[in-house]
T-cell receptor, first 111, second 113 residues
Framework: SQQGEEDPQALSIQEGENATMNCSYK?????LQWYRQNSGRGLVHLIL?????REKHSGRLRVTLDTSKKSSSLLITASRAADTASYFC???????????FGTGTSLTVIP | EPEVTQTPSHQVTQMGQEVILRCVPI?????FYWYRQILGQKVEFLVSFYNNEISEKSEIFDDQFSVERPDGSNFTLKIRSTKLEDSAMYFC???????????FGPGTRLTVT
């Protein structure tokens, strides 16, 4: 089995700046998904990128996937205080139908 | 917008007791999942369920766990004899298919004393 690992573990930026979080994994995947979790709350789905895609956008979010390096990045542009949360990548490995979550990046956006 | 719901939001139980956690997945979704997150740790996959059968389960999902879809809307996780280490947030999720976005409920916080 494999697990996504995010870095950095914690990131603190000023409102308006961009935030970049990275995820690395170990084996082949069907897709990779990014989630946000506010403290003590549920997981909010942000974006799914399939193994044959290289980049995807959704609003202020930009996700890239490099299957040769087994890595993905999540970029949040023009960050807001409301973006403060933990961000997780989850990989859907081949074969199987299990999701593996990483340990997450804790993002703090300072107003 | 449709969402996954879970009840109760918080359950306190004594060690050795049975608990049932309930979930109502999004209505047109066919795949259902349970995950747990021990405080301060990563989210861990427990089980996936499709067509009234378990399709995959992790090592965590041992004989004390069971899942059921008792009717057309509910999806339940039963823990037969709870242990202290079962204390965690339990998340239900659903998706339209096995390779699609999984949408999570708000979670049930289980505290075993």
């Amino acid at each position: 089995s494999q697990q996504g690992e995010e870095d950095p573990q914690a990131l603190s930026i000023q409102e308006g700046e961009n935030a970049t979080m990275n995820c690395s994994y170990k084996t082949s995947i069907n897709n990779l998904q990014w989630y946000r979790q506010n403290s003590g709350r549920g997981l909010v789905h942000l974006i799914l990128i399939r193994s044959n895609e290289r980049e995807k956008h959704s609003g202020r979010l930009r996700v890239t996937l490099d299957t040769s390096k087994k890595s993905s990045s999540l970029l949040i542009t023009a960050s807001r205080a409301a973006d403060t949360a933990s961000y997780f990548c989850a990989t859907d490995e081949v074969p199987g139908n299990q999701f593996y979550f990483g340990t997450g990046t804790s993002l703090t956006v300072i107003p | 917008e449709p969402e996954v719901t879970q009840t109760p939001s918080h359950q306190v139980t004594q060690m050795g007791q049975e608990v049932i956690l309930r979930c109502v997945p999004i209505s047109n979704h066919l795949y259902f999942y349970w995950y747990r997150q021990i405080l301060g740790q990563k989210v861990e996959f427990l089980v996936s369920f499709y067509n009234n059968e378990i399709s995959e389960k992790s090592e965590i999902f041992d004989d004390q766990f069971s899942v059921e879809r008792p009717d057309g809307s509910n999806f339940t996780l039963k823990i037969r004899s709870t242990k202290l280490e079962d204390s965690a947030m339990y998340f239900c999720a659903s998706s339209v298919g096995p390779r699609y976005e999984q949408y999570f409920g708000p979670g049930t916080r289980l505290t075993v004393t």
